[in-house]
Protein backbone atom coordinates (compact mmCIF):
# COMPACT_ATOMS: atom_id res chain seq x y z
CA UNK A 1 0.00 0.00 0.00
CA UNK A 2 2.54 2.33 0.54
CA UNK A 3 4.32 3.81 -1.90
CA UNK A 4 7.78 5.78 -2.17
CA UNK A 5 7.79 9.22 -2.55
CA UNK A 6 8.99 10.91 -5.68
CA UNK A 7 11.13 13.47 -5.19
CA UNK A 8 10.66 16.28 -7.73
CA UNK A 9 14.49 17.81 -8.77
CA UNK A 10 14.70 22.00 -8.04
CA UNK A 11 16.04 23.46 -10.95
CA UNK A 12 17.04 27.39 -11.49
CA UNK A 13 14.05 27.43 -13.58
CA UNK A 14 11.99 27.41 -11.00
CA UNK A 15 13.62 29.34 -8.99
CA UNK A 16 13.57 32.70 -12.05
CA UNK A 17 10.07 31.69 -12.47
CA UNK A 18 8.84 32.14 -8.41
CA UNK A 19 10.75 35.74 -8.33
CA UNK A 20 9.06 36.66 -11.83
CA UNK A 21 5.65 35.72 -10.65
CA UNK A 22 6.56 37.85 -6.76
CA UNK A 23 8.19 41.02 -9.02
CA UNK A 24 4.58 40.96 -11.15
CA UNK A 25 2.77 41.67 -7.79
CA UNK A 26 4.80 44.76 -6.94
CA UNK A 27 3.09 47.28 -9.15
CA UNK A 28 -0.40 46.57 -8.22
CA UNK A 29 0.52 46.41 -4.86
CA UNK A 30 2.56 49.88 -4.55
CA UNK A 31 -0.06 51.94 -6.73
CA UNK A 32 -3.16 49.92 -4.96
CA UNK A 33 -1.35 51.55 -2.06
CA UNK A 34 0.03 55.02 -2.58
CA UNK A 35 -3.74 55.75 -4.80
CA UNK A 36 -1.21 57.52 -7.67
CA UNK A 37 -2.65 58.69 -10.54
CA UNK A 38 -2.15 56.48 -13.21
CA UNK A 39 -3.76 56.00 -16.53
CA UNK A 40 -6.36 54.24 -16.73
CA UNK A 41 -5.33 51.58 -19.82
CA UNK A 42 -2.03 51.06 -17.94
CA UNK A 43 -3.61 50.45 -14.58
CA UNK A 44 -5.85 47.81 -15.86
CA UNK A 45 -3.09 45.90 -17.39
CA UNK A 46 -0.30 46.57 -14.20
CA UNK A 47 -3.58 45.44 -12.03
CA UNK A 48 -4.45 42.51 -14.38
CA UNK A 49 -0.81 41.31 -14.25
CA UNK A 50 -0.64 41.87 -10.67
CA UNK A 51 -3.75 39.68 -9.81
CA UNK A 52 -2.86 36.78 -12.05
CA UNK A 53 0.53 36.80 -10.58
CA UNK A 54 -0.76 36.48 -7.17
CA UNK A 55 -3.46 33.39 -8.43
CA UNK A 56 -0.24 31.78 -9.64
CA UNK A 57 1.17 32.38 -6.19
CA UNK A 58 -1.96 31.01 -4.51
CA UNK A 59 -2.04 27.98 -6.36
CA UNK A 60 1.64 27.23 -5.62
CA UNK A 61 0.91 27.68 -2.33
CA UNK A 62 -2.58 25.23 -2.52
CA UNK A 63 -0.49 22.96 -4.37
CA UNK A 64 2.36 22.68 -2.04
CA UNK A 65 0.46 22.17 1.26
Do not use: C
Request: glycine residues 10%; proline residues 6%; without cysteine.
Amino acid sequence: MNRPQEKYTITPGIYIALIITFLSTIPGLYFGMTHAEIDPVVGSLMFGIAVFGAAFILSWAAEAA
